[in-house]
């Protein structure tokens, strides 16, 4: 692998002040300004590619920059006035990366949630999307268009370099890590529709799992790292399947008339939550993991989708609404008990858990703009965790 420049400006400590899905993919999944996508293959794919799932899924982003700027020191920027951290929430911890945008480019940030102290980790320019921290923390995989062509990199907390992971003039996306951090599964549409490879996190040994004419899309590793479970058109519609990690034993886990997409595990590797159509709206389902004993969670005559688990299992999150106007619901893992964290007139999304599950950070335009918020799992309002007055979204929590 060929490693990037990167330079690294920190930004004053600030207190944390007092936003879903503009989302993948693929979702997903970086155009959010307006929704965040669940993944690459949530919906259309890295770079707009054909959709495998319904219309009303979320559009992966769009937008790329063709010339971006060369890397270059940036000036550090000042976030809003402190606000203090309620005496009864217990201070969030760990840090968040997430996407900024400015003057027509695009970098990526991280904020200590607890502190407000933000790094600025690349400064080229390039479009972004599809972060995901590896399971140890120390990488940040992700997805950037330079000269209109999406490959894969890893940033590496330990160098605090930026390396490319992949290279290929077809369109590279939506990494998932394997459980011991060494490996990433990831789409690609280099073989003329989207397929499924895997590569080792220093670049070597990339192999192709599936090979199929319809598009195979989102990866999902299992927590014990014998499974990876992804969304597949190969049978007519998209519909859920699992496979070895080295793409061998190919099994459909739902075949439904209508659409089954954004499949996830419990920590435990007992259940599968996803998103299924077969009620006439897109509604929050769990599954065993192998396929048995589906069980719908949800019921609220809107679009349910991107479910996630908590780390401990306890509970999962999810957004509803339509696009431009969706809400964040968090319930328990066997669907009792929903709470709306976040209900605002404009879009909240993008939610993921902090290590200890008792918060999420997630994307809102509340301010007419996306920034990053960070919410407790009983809905109090953190505050604003993103750097003032600028465009932040697609937040991930280490």
Do not use: H
């Amino acid at each position: 692998m060929k490693n990037l420049t990167v330079q690294t400006n920190k930004v004053q400590k600030q207190s944390i002040v007092i936003l879903m899905l503009a989302v993948f993919s693929i979702a997903f999944l970086s155009a959010c300004a307006n929704t965040i996508d669940g993944g690459l293959g949530g919906a259309s794919g890295v770079g707009g590619q054909e959709s495998i799932l319904p219309q009303d899924a979320t559009a992966t982003p769009t937008s790329v920059n063709e010339n971006p700027a060369p890397t270059a020191t940036v000036a550090p920027m000042p976030t809003d006035p402190p606000t203090p951290v309620p005496t009864e929430v217990i201070a969030p911890t760990g840090l968040v990366a997430y996407i900024l945008k400015q003057n027509g480019q695009s970098d990526l940030l991280v904020v200590d949630a607890g502190t407000g102290v933000t790094t600025q980790i690349t400064a080229d320019g390039a479009m972004k999307t599809n972060l995901a921290w590896s399971p140890d923390g120390r990488y940040l995989a992700f997805a950037a268009n330079f000269k209109d062509n999406w490959d894969l990199y890893v940033y590496d907390t330990t160098t605090a370099a930026v390396s490319r992971l992949t290279d290929d003039p077809a369109k590279d996306g939506w990494p998932s890590w394997s459980p011991d951090s060494r490996a990433l599964a990831f789409e690609t549409y280099r073989d003329g529709n989207f397929e499924l490879y895997r590569i080792d996190v220093d670049g070597s040994n990339l192999a192709r799992l599936t090979d199929n004419p319809n598009g195979d899309t989102y990866p999902v590793w299992s927590p014990d790292g014998q499974w990876i479970v992804f969304t597949s058109n190969r049978d007519g519609n998209a519909a859920i399947y699992r496979m070895d990690s080295m793409g061998g034993n190919v099994t459909p886990l739902t075949s439904q008339i209508t659409a089954d997409a954004s499949p996830a595990y419990s920590p435990d590797g007992q259940w599968i939550a996803f998103t299924s159509w077969r009620d006439g709206t897109a509604e929050i389902y769990r599954m065993m993991a192998d396929g048995s004993n589906p069980q719908r969670l949800t019921n609220n005559g809107v679009r349910d989708d991107f479910p996630a688990f908590s780390p401990d299992g306890s509970k999962i999150v999810y957004v509803s609404g339509e696009r431009i106007t969706e809400d964040i619901i968090v319930m328990n893992a066997d669907g009792s008990m929903p709470i709306t964290l976040v209900a605002e007139s404009g879009f909240d999304g993008g939610p993921t858990w902090s290590r200890d599950s008792l918060f999420l950070s997630f994307q809102s335009n509340r301010s007419k703009m996306n920034e990053v918020y960070v919410v407790s799992v009983n809905g109090q309002l953190v505050g604003k965790i993103s750097l003032a007055g600028q465009d932040a979204s697609e937040p991930v929590w280490r």
